[in-house]
RNA sequence: UCCCCGGUAGCUCAAUUGGUAGAGCGGCGGACUGUUAAUCCGUAGGUUCGAGGUUCAAGCCCUCGCCGGGGAGCCA
């Protein structure tokens, strides 16, 4: 349309520089029945009988229905109304009431005056169906759709709730660096960058940097991305994702299960007590986050091969779990469960050996129900110089580039413990979601890197 | 890295055993004073992922490649 041709469909155009704050926003609006009120945001759908316009308009905070009757507003407003399509910015003026008719919100605005900032010109995402290539490819207009914001919205309020608990609970946040100058752990691969004149990696976990801040502080916890460039694709696997490492100091395998649980638990009655709306709008059922109190489950995983070869699969007896009996074993129970004591050989160089048995490790998954399996790895790391150097050895890795590591170990080793909880796998199963693409912003994964 | 599935209009998909490429939605034009993914009428829109091959004839069959999805291993 040209701007000549757009202006003289327009009753009164928005013009450059005439500032209009929201008065209100949607997802406030009952403190407004009766009240005129100024909203800005953009058509969610529009639709109209001729001579009534019935303009859905969303806001992030909401959707609420408004309509503009022909006498409502000005002939020419009425008019430009026709020319508006979805995603078309707008800024609508009109008197909210309480209408049972409108969907979504309850409550509906009858117009006095809408202005347009902006005809969006064939908007891609239309309200059918679409697959999940296209939805990652425009993933920068998809987040705009309730369900997105919705998501958008739970993992805002897991992320504030992990910050809370550790916060309330005596850790400091200290973060440790994206850059490291080598494996971790020594298993996953890595994604190499140039260093000036050397190579670094991208951290993969902050736990050894962890380690030593325990050391100077007692409790910390790090939270920070984390990377991954193992060629998984799964519905569980990012190559980029979010995670929360908490380090106790003087904390054994025991205690470390007791702050699994109840900062899961926390986190889980935070988001049943902020976001009941938007997991009504993702169609999860609440019962099963209802369920998530203490005492979860602890089973060894001896006891979970048992369960496993009573549900009927094969399995070795020193063999770690792949999803499939994740998911046999987590419907056994209605909440996480705790497995404990894998097979040191399945496990990192850094895990304590049960002193009971040295071929376990002292180690805890949590297992998400429903199948949404592993939210949580953890256990109580090697406090023993000698035991560590050799585990070290025994696993092929540079002893030169864990000198700063066992320093730890040479000056006031102390038992200590913590783990790692990945922040997709918990909002994909908080939000009962299939894959973990939907539960961050902008997806990273081995065949996408944009947008 | 391995296994399976797929790629047709902007999107979601259809197209009989190889025989004239279609529908719904979205777009555009029009009708309609309570719509609920509104409805109704009209209309435009195609290098069937790419290259090669078989055939009188290929969206369909064959080969190679590219891209995507699901899963395995591994992991949070």
Not at 185 to 207: D, H, I, M, P, R
Not at 249 to 278: I, P, Q
Not at 379 to 406: C, M, N, S
Request: hydrophobic letters at 40%; glycine letters at 8%; one cysteine or more.
């Amino acid at each position: 349309m040209t701007a000549a041709r757009f202006r003289a469909k327009i009753g009164r155009p928005y013009e450059r520089g005439e500032h209009v704050k929201p008065e209100a926003r949607i997802g406030e609006i009952a403190k407004f029945e009766g009240k005129e009120v100024t909203l800005c945001g953009w058509v969610y759908n529009i639709r109209s009988s001729g001579k009534i316009h019935f303009l859905l308009l969303r806001d992030g905070s909401g959707v609420i229905q408004c309509v503009a009757g022909a006498k409502d507003v000005s002939p020419g407003t009425f008019e430009a109304m026709k020319s508006l399509t979805q995603e078309s910015s707008v800024i609508v003026t009109g008197s909210v009431r309480a209408e049972k008719r409108a969907p979504h919100c309850g409550f509906e605005l009858t117009l006095k005056d809408v202005k347009i900032l902006q005809i969006a010109k064939d908007y891609p995402i239309s309200p059918k169906e679409h697959g999940p290539a296209f939805l990652l490819d425009n993933r920068h207009l998809w987040l705009r759709s309730l369900r997105q914001v919705a998501i958008m919205k739970v993992r805002n309020t897991i992320i504030r709730a992990i910050r809370d608990f550790f916060d309330q609970n005596g850790f400091l946040l200290i973060d440790s660096p994206i850059f490291t100058p080598a494996a971790c752990e020594g298993t996953s691969t890595l994604f190499e960058t140039n260093y000036f004149e050397t190579k670094a990696y991208l951290t993969q976990s902050g736990q050894l940097y962890n380690e030593a801040t325990a050391m100077a502080f007692g409790k910390v916890y790090c939270f920070g991305p984390t990377f991954r460039a193992e060629k998984s694709k799964t519905r569980r696997h990012l190559t980029e994702f979010w995670m929360v490492e908490p380090e106790m100091a003087f904390y054994d395998l025991g205690d470390t299960m007791d702050v699994c649980e109840d900062f899961l638990c926390f986190v889980v009655s935070r988001v049943l007590e902020r976001n009941r709306a938007d997991l009504d709008v993702l169609e999860r059922p609440a019962g099963p986050l209802e369920n998530v109190r203490k005492p979860f489950p602890r089973i060894t995983h001896a006891e979970a091969i048992a369960v496993l070869r009573k549900a009927g699969a094969e399995i070795a007896d020193n063999a770690d779990f792949g999803g499939d009996e994740e998911t046999i074993l987590t419907k056994q129970f209605d909440r996480p469960i705790m497995v404990h004591r894998y097979p040191a050989e399945v496990k990192a160089f850094y895990m304590k050996g049960d002193p009971a048995d040295r071929s376990k490790a002292l180690c805890v998954d949590v297992l998400a129900p429903e199948g949404y399996g592993e939210v949580i790895g953890g256990g109580q790391r090697e406090d023993d110089l000698d035991t560590l150097v050799a585990a070290i050895k025994k696993h092929g890795l540079p002893e030169e580039a864990f000198t700063w590591y066992l320093d730890l170990r040479r000056y006031g080793s102390v038992p200590h413990s913590g783990f790692g909880l990945g922040v997709e796998r918990t909002v994909a199963w908080l939000c009962g979601l299939h894959h973990v693409r939907e539960t961050i912003p902008f997806p990273r994964m081995m065949e996408r890197v944009t947008p």
